[in-house]
């Protein structure tokens, strides 16, 4: 009972130093992970995991819950604070449920629903037909241009008049430009819908404020918490006061039964980081460097969709370059060379989604340790010579060696004491 980890289960341990030595060694250019604090870390790891508390705040299904009461109190409040919004639900445990919560609460089977395309930028929860949200609610998809590979607010309009949707959701998973979420409520208001923002992406940045604010626009924002927000993985339902009830409700009993009390107590530790001005500076830099990092690859001669980044990621279009190379092999390739991304769709892609013609990536991890424009250019260099050089693994090795050379100049965390 009072053994610490390393002696309980020392495999385990092995498990974790070995993930803990990949990512002080590589470079993770995954834009929807994030380094926590250890502080959220800590929190993670606490007594609160042991508590049941189904419920809310003063109003549980189990007794001795004043303490987690304040626990959730304390990141409810943080969270209003941080967003400025009206009502916070802290509880989902993730982002796919916290976009069922939404619908849940605000829709009936059957009912419609706009939103982007997975293959365009979209996400799973948004009505991909082998999701929940693609079974149980009418999907009409909207994509990008063909031709500027932006959103066209006349096509969104269009498609509004023409379904009728009850709710339109505005947000994605893979586009790297801003929204602007004025012209999306004058949509909405033009056919009564209700309009949903899903900011999981780009959450540090509204916050931060370094993105255009969802909030005095949208009936509803969810978000996870684990992305640019840095903080541990979940996520929050933000929404008027109109729709508190039925949010809460639809989060539990809805669709939720205990809350994970210790990963409250960690997104509230986030939240309070999230208002320190190292944070602003800290999405501010992920900004610069995602625009450092696309001129480097553009400067490579790579195409990047949409021709570069206003946020935090950006997608690598291999068609232009690599006809014959998927995203697939790159993203094997450059790990390989030490650089983890992922491979993705691009709008209108010809290849399946688990092949892809691209690779995503975005620049919240390196900025967390501390890299800036200029390290940006040489990762922009490392990701060319990789793929130039694919057939080669001693050229792959040579890169690796630089990535780990760059890598040791930034380390992630200098004292992380929390398994022995
Ligand atoms: N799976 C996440 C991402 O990588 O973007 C979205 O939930």
Redesign the pocket.
């Given at each position: 009972m009072n053994k610490s980890l390393n002696e309980a289960d020392p495999q385990m341990v092995e498990a974790m130093l070995q993930d803990l030595d990949r990512l002080q060694n590589s470079l993770t250019l995954i834009p929807?992970e994030n380094y926590t604090s250890k502080a959220v870390m800590q929190a993670q790891a606490s007594i609160l995991a042991n508590k049941y508390a189904e419920g809310y705040p003063a109003a549980r299904y189990y007794n001795g819950c004043q303490f987690v009461d304040r626990a959730e109190s304390l990141a409810i409040e943080r969270a209003k604070r941080l967003f400025g919004a009206e009502h916070v639900n802290v509880q989902p445990h993730a982002?796919n449920l916290a976009n069922m919560a939404v619908y849940y609460a605000l829709l009936e089977p059957g009912d419609t629903i706009l939103s982007m395309k997975l293959d365009h930028g979209g996400?799973l929860s948004h009505g991909l037909p082998q999701n929940f949200s693609g079974r149980y609610y009418n999907i009409v998809p909207y994509g990008v241009d063909a031709e500027t590979e932006r959103v066209n607010m006349n096509t969104i309009a269009e498609l509004a008049k023409e379904h009728r949707p009850k709710l339109i959701v505005v947000g994605a998973?893979a586009y790297p430009r801003w929204f602007d979420f004025a012209q999306w409520r004058e949509i909405a208001d033009a056919v009564g819908a209700y309009l949903l923002a899903d900011i999981?992406?780009i959450a540090g940045l509204i916050a931060a404020d370094v993105h255009p604010d969802p909030v005095p626009y949208c009936d509803v924002i969810t978000t996870?918490t684990h992305k640019t927000l840095r903080g541990p993985r979940g996520a929050i339902i933000m929404c008027r006061k109109q729709f508190a009830e039925a949010i809460d409700r639809a989060v539990f009993p809805g669709i939720q039964g205990g809350p994970f009390m210790h990963t409250i107590a960690a997104k509230g530790v986030a939240f309070k980081e999230a208002m320190e001005p190292a944070f602003k500076k800290y999405q501010n830099q992920i900004v610069k460097n995602a625009k450092a990092l696309a001129e480097g690859l553009s400067e490579n001669g790579f195409h990047l969709v949409t021709g570069g980044t206003d946020n935090h990621l950006m997608l690598i279009d291999l068609t232009a370059t690599y006809e014959q190379l998927s995203g697939r092999q790159a993203a094997d390739h450059l790990e390989e060379a030490g650089i983890i991304v992922n491979k993705n769709t691009i709008p209108f892609d010809k290849r399946s989604a688990t092949t892809t013609s691209g690779i995503r990536l975005g620049t919240p991890m390196v900025s967390a340790r501390g890299m800036k424009e200029e390290e940006m250019k040489l990762v922009a260099d490392f990701i060319s010579e990789t793929l130039q050089k694919r057939k080669s693994s001693k050229a792959k090795q040579r890169v690796r060696e630089k990535v780990r050379e760059l890598c040791q100049q930034f380390p992630i965390y200098e004292d992380l004491n929390l398994w022995s």
């Amino acid at each position: 009972m009072n053994k610490s980890l390393n002696e309980a289960d020392p495999q385990m341990v092995e498990a974790m130093l070995q993930d803990l030595d990949r990512l002080q060694n590589s470079l993770t250019l995954i834009p929807s992970e994030n380094y926590t604090s250890k502080a959220v870390m800590q929190a993670q790891a606490s007594i609160l995991a042991n508590k049941y508390a189904e419920g809310y705040p003063a109003a549980r299904y189990y007794n001795g819950c004043q303490f987690v009461d304040r626990a959730e109190s304390l990141a409810i409040e943080r969270a209003k604070r941080l967003f400025g919004a009206e009502h916070v639900n802290v509880q989902p445990h993730a982002g796919n449920l916290a976009n069922m919560a939404v619908y849940y609460a605000l829709l009936e089977p059957g009912d419609t629903i706009l939103s982007m395309k997975l293959d365009h930028g979209g996400h799973l929860s948004h009505g991909l037909p082998q999701n929940f949200s693609g079974r149980y609610y009418n999907i009409v998809p909207y994509g990008v241009d063909a031709e500027t590979e932006r959103v066209n607010m006349n096509t969104i309009a269009e498609l509004a008049k023409e379904h009728r949707p009850k709710l339109i959701v505005v947000g994605a998973s893979a586009y790297p430009r801003w929204f602007d979420f004025a012209q999306w409520r004058e949509i909405a208001d033009a056919v009564g819908a209700y309009l949903l923002a899903d900011i999981a992406h780009i959450a540090g940045l509204i916050a931060a404020d370094v993105h255009p604010d969802p909030v005095p626009y949208c009936d509803v924002i969810t978000t996870t918490t684990h992305k640019t927000l840095r903080g541990p993985r979940g996520a929050i339902i933000m929404c008027r006061k109109q729709f508190a009830e039925a949010i809460d409700r639809a989060v539990f009993p809805g669709i939720q039964g205990g809350p994970f009390m210790h990963t409250i107590a960690a997104k509230g530790v986030a939240f309070k980081e999230a208002m320190e001005p190292a944070f602003k500076k800290y999405q501010n830099q992920i900004v610069k460097n995602a625009k450092a990092l696309a001129e480097g690859l553009s400067e490579n001669g790579f195409h990047l969709v949409t021709g570069g980044t206003d946020n935090h990621l950006m997608l690598i279009d291999l068609t232009a370059t690599y006809e014959q190379l998927s995203g697939r092999q790159a993203a094997d390739h450059l790990e390989e060379a030490g650089i983890i991304v992922n491979k993705n769709t691009i709008p209108f892609d010809k290849r399946s989604a688990t092949t892809t013609s691209g690779i995503r990536l975005g620049t919240p991890m390196v900025s967390a340790r501390g890299m800036k424009e200029e390290e940006m250019k040489l990762v922009a260099d490392f990701i060319s010579e990789t793929l130039q050089k694919r057939k080669s693994s001693k050229a792959k090795q040579r890169v690796r060696e630089k990535v780990r050379e760059l890598c040791q100049q930034f380390p992630i965390y200098e004292d992380l004491n929390l398994w022995s």
